[in-house]
C-alpha cells in the first residue's frame, strides 16, 4: 500500500486582543458595510509587540505537541513558515526549539515567500517524509505571521495576526496529501512586498487580488490536469472542482475566497468539453454561483473572518474552521487548498480527511483558544499600533504561552506562562 502521508494535528495560536471591524469603520468614517460585506470582515487580531511571530509560533507549537502527547525524540524537523520574521539571520524556528527545549537532532528553518512560507514548509515536510528520509519521523511545520499595514491605509482592515503548527506525519487523521498531484504557478510580480527595515507592508491592492486570481487558474490548472489523467476527478455531469467536497482559499480577507471561487469555477467553465456553446457573459454567471460557494467554501471562513489576515496561516485556519464544524461529515472526503504568496507563487493540491480528524480538532480546541480573547476600543488598538516594536508591554504571558519581554544586547528574551 503506498505510503500515507500528511497532517496528523493542528493547533492555533492568537494574540490576546482583537478589535470588532464595525467599530475600525466608524472610526474610519467608512460605511461598516464595506468591511463586513465588501471584504467579509467581523474581527480583526491585534498583536502587541510581545506577541510576535516566535512567540505566536512557541505557543502553537507548544499546543500541538502536549496535547497529542507527541514525543519530541520522534520530530525530525521544525519548519517555520514566516514573512513577518525577527531577524535577518536567526530563523523564528530556532527561538522555537530553545523555547520548547526541543531535540538538538532535528533539522531547524524558516521558509519564506510571502503567504506561501507555510505551504513550503509543508510540503518539504511531506517530501522528506514521503521520500523516506525522514525515516519515519514526524515534522513540525509552524505558520506563524503579524499582517500589518499601518492606521489609516486601504490594507487596514485587512490586518490580523496568529499561528497554526501542524503535526505532519505518516499517520494523516487530519488530511492525507495525494503527492504528486499538486499543481503550481509563480511569477515575479511586485503585487506586495516588504522592504528591508520597513514594519508595514507595501501594496498594490487591486493588482494583488489579480496576481492572486491569475495565479490560482495556473495551478488549479496543474492540479487538475494531474488529478483527470489519476481518474481523481473527471469531465463529467459536474465540473472537476465540483468533485471536491470542499474547497480551501488562501484568505487575506473573507471576500477573496469568494472571488477565487469564482475564478476556480470559471477555468473549469472555460476548459469543460461544449464550452464553446456557451457564452463568455454566460459562463461568468455559473461561476459566481452563491449555492457552489456556500456548499464548498463559505463554513471554512468562521474563523478568518474573527482573525483576519495572518499571511502564511491563513489557509491553515480555514483548515481549522473547517474541520472544528465538519470533521465527521467530511471524514474520507477530498478536499482543495489554494495557497498563495504575493511576488508570487501559488500551489493547488488535494488531500483526504481522516476518520480522526473529530478527535484530533477536539485536542486542538480551537473555539476555547478565540474565546479567550479581549475586545479592545479603538483607542486602545492604535495605542498598540504605535508601540515601538522592541519596547514589549510588561504583561505576564498566560499559561502555556509565550511572550517577548525585553530585547538585550540584540538578543531577543521570551518568557513562558
Ligand atoms: N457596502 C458593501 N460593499 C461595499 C461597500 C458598501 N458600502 N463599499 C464598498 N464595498 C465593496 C466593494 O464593492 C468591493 O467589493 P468587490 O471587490 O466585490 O467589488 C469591496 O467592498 C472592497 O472595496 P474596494 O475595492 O473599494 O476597497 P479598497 O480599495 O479600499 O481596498 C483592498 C480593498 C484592495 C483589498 C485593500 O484592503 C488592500 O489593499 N488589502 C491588502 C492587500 C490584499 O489583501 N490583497 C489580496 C491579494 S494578495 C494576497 O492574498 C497576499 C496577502 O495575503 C496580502
Redesign the pocket.
Known sequence: MKKQVGIEALAIAVPRRYVDIEDLARARG??????????GAKEMAVADPGEDSVALAATAAARVIQRNNVDPAKVGMLVVGTETGVDHSKAVASHVQGLLKLPRSMRTYDTQH??YGGTAGLMAAVEWIASGAGAGRSAIVVCSDI?R?GLN??????QGGGAVALLVSEQPDLLALDIGLNGVSSNDVY??WRPLGRRE?V????Y??S??LEALAGAYRGWRERALAHEVVRWGETLPGEQLARILY????C??A??AHTQLRLCDLEDAPGAAESTPAAREETAKSSASYDAQVASSLGLNARIG?V?TA?LYLALAGLLQGESAALAGKRIGLLS???G?CAEFYSGVVGEAAAQRMAKADVESVIAKRERITLDEYERIMRLSYDAPERVSPAPGEFRLVEIRDHRRIYAAG
Open positions: 467608512v460605511d461598516p458595510a464595506k468591511f463586513t460585506v465588501g471584504l510571502a503567504c499582517a499595514y491605509t486601504a490594507g487596514e482592515p485587512t503585487d506586495f507592508a501594496v498594490d491592492g487591486h494583488s487580488i496576481c492572486y488562501h484568505v487575506p480577507f471576500k477573496m469568494r472571488k489576515n499571511y491563513s498563495y504568496g504575493s508570487c
